[in-house]
Nanobody, 125 residues
Framework: VQLVESGGGSVQAGGSLRLSCAASGLTFSTYCMGWVRQAPGTEREGVARIGSDGFTSYADSVKGRFTISKDSREKTLYLQMNSLKPDDTAMYYC????????????????????RGQGTQVTVSS
Protein backbone atom coordinates (compact mmCIF):
# COMPACT_ATOMS: atom_id res chain seq x y z
CA VAL A 1 0.00 0.00 0.00
CA GLN A 2 1.26 3.44 -0.94
CA LEU A 3 -0.38 6.74 -0.12
CA VAL A 4 0.89 9.99 -1.64
CA GLU A 5 -0.57 13.31 -0.48
CA SER A 6 -0.55 16.61 -2.31
CA GLY A 7 -2.26 19.96 -2.16
CA GLY A 8 -0.91 21.41 1.05
CA GLY A 9 0.38 24.95 1.28
CA SER A 10 0.12 28.28 3.03
CA VAL A 11 -3.11 30.26 3.11
CA GLN A 12 -4.62 33.07 5.11
CA ALA A 13 -7.37 32.46 7.61
CA GLY A 14 -10.69 32.05 5.87
CA GLY A 15 -9.10 30.52 2.81
CA SER A 16 -9.50 27.07 1.29
CA LEU A 17 -7.30 24.17 0.29
CA ARG A 18 -8.01 20.82 -1.25
CA LEU A 19 -5.81 17.91 -0.30
CA SER A 20 -5.50 14.86 -2.50
CA CYS A 21 -4.19 11.39 -1.75
CA ALA A 22 -3.26 9.01 -4.54
CA ALA A 23 -3.57 5.46 -3.28
CA SER A 24 -2.10 2.30 -4.75
CA GLY A 25 -1.93 -1.30 -3.64
CA LEU A 26 -5.44 -1.29 -2.20
CA THR A 27 -9.06 -1.16 -3.19
CA PHE A 28 -11.39 1.32 -1.56
CA SER A 29 -14.04 -1.37 -1.18
CA THR A 30 -12.03 -3.06 1.57
CA TYR A 31 -10.35 -0.11 3.26
CA CYS A 32 -11.43 2.61 5.61
CA MET A 33 -9.73 5.78 4.36
CA GLY A 34 -9.11 8.98 6.23
CA TRP A 35 -7.06 11.99 7.15
CA VAL A 36 -5.26 12.66 10.37
CA ARG A 37 -3.19 15.69 11.34
CA GLN A 38 -0.51 16.52 13.80
CA ALA A 39 1.04 19.82 14.79
CA PRO A 40 4.36 20.03 16.63
CA GLY A 41 3.94 19.30 20.31
CA THR A 42 0.38 18.07 19.95
CA GLU A 43 -1.27 14.69 19.74
CA ARG A 44 -2.40 13.22 16.47
CA GLU A 45 -5.98 14.12 15.63
CA GLY A 46 -8.34 12.19 13.45
CA VAL A 47 -9.75 14.76 11.03
CA ALA A 48 -12.12 12.73 8.88
CA ARG A 49 -12.68 9.24 7.58
CA ILE A 50 -14.82 7.61 4.94
CA GLY A 51 -15.92 4.04 4.50
CA SER A 52 -16.76 1.99 1.45
CA ASP A 53 -20.43 2.33 2.37
CA GLY A 54 -20.25 6.12 2.28
CA PHE A 55 -20.09 6.49 6.03
CA THR A 56 -18.25 9.67 6.99
CA SER A 57 -17.09 11.00 10.31
CA TYR A 58 -15.43 14.27 11.26
CA ALA A 59 -13.66 15.73 14.21
CA ASP A 60 -15.82 18.29 15.98
CA SER A 61 -13.18 20.92 15.25
CA VAL A 62 -13.70 20.64 11.48
CA LYS A 63 -17.38 19.81 11.14
CA GLY A 64 -19.11 22.09 8.68
CA ARG A 65 -15.80 23.28 7.23
CA PHE A 66 -14.09 20.15 5.89
CA THR A 67 -15.46 17.55 3.50
CA ILE A 68 -13.93 14.18 2.80
CA SER A 69 -14.63 12.42 -0.48
CA LYS A 70 -13.16 9.79 -2.74
CA ASP A 71 -12.96 8.67 -6.32
CA SER A 72 -12.85 4.89 -6.14
CA ARG A 73 -12.11 4.49 -9.82
CA GLU A 74 -9.11 6.80 -9.64
CA LYS A 75 -8.20 5.56 -6.14
CA THR A 76 -7.93 9.11 -4.93
CA LEU A 77 -9.01 10.49 -1.58
CA TYR A 78 -9.77 14.18 -1.09
CA LEU A 79 -10.15 16.60 1.76
CA GLN A 80 -11.79 19.91 0.92
CA MET A 81 -10.95 22.42 3.62
CA ASN A 82 -12.86 25.69 3.78
CA SER A 83 -12.89 28.55 6.28
CA LEU A 84 -9.44 27.59 7.41
CA LYS A 85 -8.24 28.76 10.81
CA PRO A 86 -4.74 29.11 12.26
CA ASP A 87 -5.55 26.14 14.52
CA ASP A 88 -5.78 23.99 11.38
CA THR A 89 -2.04 24.41 10.85
CA ALA A 90 -0.51 20.93 10.91
CA MET A 91 0.97 18.14 8.87
CA TYR A 92 -1.87 16.27 7.24
CA TYR A 93 -1.57 12.57 6.58
CA CYS A 94 -3.62 10.31 4.38
CA UNK A 95 -4.34 7.05 6.18
CA UNK A 96 -5.87 3.70 5.36
CA UNK A 97 -6.78 0.53 7.16
CA UNK A 98 -8.20 -2.71 5.89
CA UNK A 99 -11.50 -3.40 7.61
CA UNK A 100 -14.46 -5.71 7.22
CA UNK A 101 -16.23 -4.57 4.05
CA UNK A 102 -14.17 -1.36 4.14
CA UNK A 103 -16.26 0.13 6.90
CA UNK A 104 -15.11 2.88 9.22
CA UNK A 105 -17.89 2.94 11.77
CA UNK A 106 -16.93 1.87 15.26
CA UNK A 107 -13.19 2.08 14.77
CA UNK A 108 -10.45 4.40 15.94
CA UNK A 109 -10.22 7.79 14.28
CA UNK A 110 -6.45 7.92 14.62
CA UNK A 111 -5.03 4.40 14.40
CA UNK A 112 -4.58 3.19 10.85
CA UNK A 113 -2.31 0.57 9.37
CA UNK A 114 -0.96 2.73 6.55
CA ARG A 115 0.04 6.37 6.37
CA GLY A 116 1.45 8.66 3.69
CA GLN A 117 4.39 10.99 4.04
CA GLY A 118 2.19 13.97 4.81
CA THR A 119 1.56 17.39 3.37
CA GLN A 120 1.97 20.60 5.35
CA VAL A 121 -0.90 23.03 5.80
CA THR A 122 -0.11 26.43 7.26
CA VAL A 123 -2.84 28.96 8.00
CA SER A 124 -1.84 32.49 8.93
CA SER A 125 -4.02 34.98 10.76
Amino acid sequence: VQLVESGGGSVQAGGSLRLSCAASGLTFSTYCMGWVRQAPGTEREGVARIGSDGFTSYADSVKGRFTISKDSREKTLYLQMNSLKPDDTAMYYCVADRTLFGRCSGRSATDFGYRGQGTQVTVSS
